[in-house]
């Protein structure tokens, strides 16, 4: 327990870039977004499949800076959506066309390989998009919230009051009792953060906070799914405690753009 609250403090610094904003948490995401591929590619080695890794690379590349073009470089921000829409297009052409013309690669490689750039790049790049919202950016730290905030409740709460198994196959100690005070938690502290930082959207943050800690959990049960099957315990050892980037930010994958999509769909109309 003492490791994991050291290791956490790991995190104040990216908390620091989310202040900034911009082009440093643009870059921070991106930094991340590429470990974790690295480490998730590396899991799938350990079953004798081999991801496509320079075309993985060089997809990812190609998202963050069609991404920065669009938010940072003046380029038309109406047409992100479409941009976002031909990457996948392209993305998943190209990966799939790869296996027919690579002969060390099947098809399995190159699955993995467009699951890992959608998966993780694509994911995240959506806290840089919402710190990029014209409006209501400053809800980017709901994004955190729900993720962090699940995973710190569901833990005490699971230790307080876990009885019944969530999902026994992928992680064992995981709660039904946990994963209720996870959301539970999320929902509160979400309703804090809208009632100080924007009282008008208060239900819109609650909300948020139910759907998100959802969204969270489930992020990490897939993330560990995924490990069950590599047979791996940890995707790295770069977090002392927490194992690799992937296995810190695992919850933050789905909630990331499940945010952007509320806020953009539901707040920003």
């Known amino acids: 327990m003492k490791t994991r609250i050291i290791s956490s ?16 948490l643009f870059f921070a995401v991106a930094v991340i977004s590429f470990i974790a591929m690295y480490e998730f590619y590396k899991g799938f080695e350990h079953m004798d499949i ?21 938010l940072f470089a003046g380029m038309n921000e109406e ?17 799939l066309a790869l296996s027919l013309f ?10 993995v390989t467009i699951i890992g750039v959608i998966y993780l790049p694509f994911f995240f790049m959506h806290v840089a998009m919402i710190s990029q919202l014209p409006e209501n950016s400053n809800m980017i730290w709901l994004v955190f919230i729900t993720a962090f905030c699940t995973d ?28 209720i005070s996870g959301i539970l ?19 819109g943050c609650i909300v948020m906070g139910l759907i998100g800690s959802v969204f969270a959990q489930c992020g990490d049960l897939i993330a560990s799914a995924f490990k069950r099957k590599m047979g791996i315990k940890d995707y790295g050892n770069l977090i002392p ?8 930010f695992d919850s933050v994958v789905l909630t990331a753009p499940f945010i952007y999509y509320y806020i953009v769909l539901f707040i920003n109309r």
């Open 9 to 24: 403090l790991i995190m104040v610094p990216l908390l620091g870039l989310v202040l900034l904003g911009g082009i440093p």
């Open 152 to 179: 710190i409740f569901a833990y005490f709460g699971g230790m307080k009051f876990g009885k019944h198994k969530l999902c026994p196959e992928i992680s064992p100690k995981k709660t039904v009792e946990g994963s």
């Open 79 to 95: 047409k992100l959506s479409e941009g976002l829409l031909l990457w996948v297009f392209v993305t998943t052409a190209v990966g």
């Open 241 to 248: 405690g927490h194992g690799g980037i992937l296995d810190r």
């Open 50 to 70: 081999h991801p496509i890794r320079i075309a993985g690379y060089l997809f990812g590349a190609l998202l963050l800076g069609g991404v920065y073009g669009f």
């Open 102 to 111: 690579l002969k060390n690669h099947d098809i399995v490689d190159s699955l």
């Open 185 to 203: 938690g999320s929902m509160v502290v979400s309703g804090i953060f809208g009632l100080i930082v924007c009282p008008q959207h208060i239900a």
